[in-house]
């Protein structure tokens, strides 16, 4: 367990954020395995979804539309959904859904080719 406390210069590294390195910190007993992580949308970006799923972690969870590299027409003044409507934007394995409810809902999920294959094995 690692409680994140705020702002931790110490374990943002390189350009990392510091929740990126709490979840880099954290996930590193599993790495390799094909586990699948799911997480909320303060942790969630697409940086670390990439970066998890090279060490063979799959990702799911809600995301914030404003994070850096999230699709721009994502954004909820380009889209004006209607209640019960979805947007869905891929790049490779990385796939954004926004649902609109009584706001924009929006989840980012991305799954290593280990896993996706061992789904369909079994």
Not at 10 to 36: K, S
């Amino acid at each position: 367990m690692n409680v994140y406390l705020g702002k931790d210069r110490q374990r943002a590294v390189q350009n990392l954020r510091a929740t990126h390195a709490t979840v880099t910190n954290l996930t590193r007993g599993v790495e390799g395995f094909g586990h699948t992580l799911y997480m909320d949308n303060f942790f969630s970006s697409p940086d670390l979804f990439d970066d998890l799923a090279q060490k063979k972690i799959s990702c799911c969870g809600t995301v914030r539309l404003c994070r850096k590299s999230m699709p721009k027409d994502l954004k909820p003044k380009t889209l004006r959904l209607k209640r019960g409507d979805i947007q869905v934007r891929t790049r490779g394995d990385l796939m954004a859904v926004v649902w609109k409810d009584k706001r924009d809902v929006c989840l980012l999920t991305k799954h290593s080719r280990s896993t996706q294959r061992r789904q369909l094995s079994q």
